[in-house]
């Protein structure tokens, strides 16, 4: 297999380019600086922001938020059988009001097709009743397009990061990394525009040095969002890997410090026997942690949702 990456504005390739597609007419769709971003679902409600009249001693309504990073492995589930809607299920359950997700992919013949953050998207309004937001970019495509030539896709194969949320959120942004990465880039609107970042870094031993570039890149650009800032996803490094001391220098852990506080849930891993996926945050003065939680997917849906447990953390931001 042929893995290719791409430029913004390769028409040709598609790569880093708008890539979402809606399914329903009546659901508005803004195309913004090359993007496509769309409201999923057009019924249902969003979560409203707080009254301003509960305010506290900075004048600002407390918002919580509740924030998840899950690498969904193209919807492969623990029985080894693609089953997009395990991951729907998670989420769902799971209460989260944004998603960090990675390893979502488009027109891909093994994986039924699907424009997975479409259906995503669309299998959350019809579990929750509420209105989802979407966004998805590449980090990468092939020249397969037998999706295409089959009458079910739009285009060549493609994998990337997606964000997910019940909540407002601005157009995205995104960041190329070294060895076909991105960071991806979002603010909630209704949370004091939060921004919050995505990635999901290269894996094994021997993407050391290009993990150790990525981060470097990575931190330099998320920082410049200012504060406070949210910045988790698939890390593929244990917490004591020394390619993540810029992160740990520079941010807090928010799963270490829940448990610190007394306040987690789960068994503090994500993969097998390891923690390679974080939520990174700086408070910026305006944010506090209330909690952490592994979400148990065997326990919450009844059937292993991945191969990575979601990792969710809630904040109240002023």
């Known amino acids: 297999m042929t893995f290719l ?19 329903r007419s009546s659901c508005a769709v803004a195309i913004l600086s090359g993007w496509l971003f769309a409201a999923a679902a057009c019924g249902g409600s969003s979560p409203a922001t707080p009254s301003a009249t509960s305010t506290t001693g900075s004048g600002r309504a407390p918002v919580r938020l509740k ?10 589930d623990g029985t080894n059988r693609y089953n997009l809607q ?11 009001d944004i998603v960090g997700l990675q390893e979502v992919t488009r027109n891909h013949p093994y ?5 997975q953050p479409a259906k995503l998207a669309a299998g959350l309004r019809a579990a929750t009743g509420q209105a989802w937001e979407v966004a998805y970019e590449q980090e990468w495509f092939t020249l397969d397009v037998s999706c295409q030539s089959s009458g079910r896709g739009d285009g060549r194969e493609t994998e990337g990061l997606a964000f997910l949320t019940r909540r407002a ?6 960041q190329v990394l070294p060895d076909s990465r991105i960071g991806l880039q979002i603010a909630i609107r209704d949370a004091y525009s939060l921004p919050i970042v995505v990635t999901h870094l290269s894996s094994g031993a021997a993407k050391l040095s290009a993990r150790t570039q990525q981060i470097d890149r990575l931190v330099a650009w998320a920082r410049a969002f200012g504060q406070p800032l949210i910045l988790m996803g698939d890390f593929n490094a244990g917490p004591q890997a020394p390619e993540l001391t810029p992160v740990v220098s520079g941010f807090r852990d928010a799963w270490a410090d829940a448990a610190a506080a007394g306040r987690t849930i789960g068994a503090g891993l994500t993969q097998r026997t390891t923690r390679i996926d974080y939520i990174f945050y700086i408070d910026g003065g305006s944010m506090a942690l209330e909690s952490a939680e592994f979400v148990d997917t065997a326990a919450l849906i009844g059937v292993i949702a991945s191969d990575h447990q979601p990792l969710a953390a ?5």
């Not at 924030?67 to 492969?76: E, L």
């Not at 809630?314 to 002023?318: A, K």
């Open 111 to 115: 994986y039924a097709c699907d424009d």
């Open 67 to 76: 924030v998840m990073t899950f690498n969904i492995q193209h919807g492969i």
């Open 314 to 318: 809630t904040f109240t931001i002023r």
């Open 169 to 174: 959120m601005s157009p995205p942004s995104m």
């Open 86 to 96: 395990r991951a729907i299920d998670t989420i769902a359950r799971a209460q989260a």
């Open 5 to 23: 990456r791409g430029e913004p504005g390769d028409k040709a390739g598609a790569s880093f380019a708008p890539l979402m597609r809606m399914r």
